[in-house]
């Protein structure tokens, strides 16, 4: 499990969870015990949920995935992570190093 803290100011609940996931990863959003769960491409299976004020999310990867469906796939998640929590790729890096001491 990943979790992603949430930019100040940067409003993110379940509606806007699911909203989102179903914006970068057309197909089915369910709820299964709290958590937004999806399946598309090289990911067999996602679940994206609030803890506090941290998004957690937990991915299940398909290995047989061709390098396009990954590529895709890749790109939809980083997007998603975008909107969902306000910081892009690099500042949620750097967050975490910070966070980590290094």
């Not at 699911?18 to 057309?26: A, D, K, V």
């Not at 090289?42 to 679940?47: F, G, I, P």
Request: glycine share 8%; hydrophobic share 30%.
């Amino acid at each position: 499990m990943n979790s992603y803290p949430i930019k100040r100011g940067h409003k993110l609940d379940n509606d806007r969870i699911r909203e989102l996931l179903g914006e970068w990863f057309p197909g089915d959003v369910k709820v299964e015990d709290g958590k937004f769960v999806i399946g598309y491409k090289s990911l067999k299976r996602m679940e994206a949920w609030m803890d506090g004020k941290s998004l957690c999310v937990t991915t299940e990867s398909d290995m047989d995935a061709d390098l396009g469906d990954v590529s895709d796939t890749n790109s939809r998640f980083r997007r998603f992570l975008d909107s969902a929590t306000g910081f892009t790729a690099k500042q949620r890096v750097k967050r975490m190093k910070k966070e980590s001491g290094s």
